[in-house]
């Protein structure tokens, strides 16, 4: 498997049967319950490129962000949506002195969790443009562009996520003003939740 062959899969139209593949392997990472709402089951990562599949559901316990949803990554992202419906809700964030509403934060993720730390940038932010993308639809996104991914309440979704790093671009997320830096462990599902997780994906696929 590899950035590449997933990508050329995913525009040959064969998305679904790629996913169903790769979760009825007998080999799979443990999934993880990502700070931005969803469960992660990462695949690939290899020269600063990633695939991971990404899954939406009340059935399994989320994690909380400790800043907010809104946040910029340091690689160019890919997503088609398998399942579901997903909003890219691309944000407009202006740096600000006394009228700030945010803080920014960089994220550094390793083995053991997030860094989060406390940039002097100050910025306030708007809505801008809302994208909707249903199952079969495919997006990209830019590293270095302020966004959040919204599922509607109660909605199941999934996606496969492709990653592909940009040199000198950073993970950021917009924070309170007054936080300070702080580490936030990324949780791994148990081997049962990680199962539950490729039965809702797999049932949703056939």
Known sequence: MSYRSVFQRV????????ALGVLRETA?????RHPLGFVCLPLEREGGEGVCLHLWSDSLQ??????????????????????????????VVTDAGSDATHRVFEVVSGADGDRISPTRRTVRHATGLVELFGPGDTYTLSADRFHSSVVPEG?????IALGRGRPGSRDLSLGPLEAG?????????SAAETALAVRLITAHLT
């Open 28 to 32: 799979r990472p443990r999934a993880v």
């Open 62 to 91: 989320h994690a909380e962000s400790t800043t907010s949803q809104i946040h910029c990554h340091s690689w160019d992202l890919v997503s088609h949506v398998l399942y579901g419906q997903v909003r890219n809700v691309h944000a």
């Open 155 to 159: 909605g199941e979704a999934a996606t």
């Open 11 to 18: 525009r040959d139209g064969q998305a679904r049967s790629w």
């Open 181 to 189: 830096g702080h580490h936030v462990p990324r949780e791994p599902l």
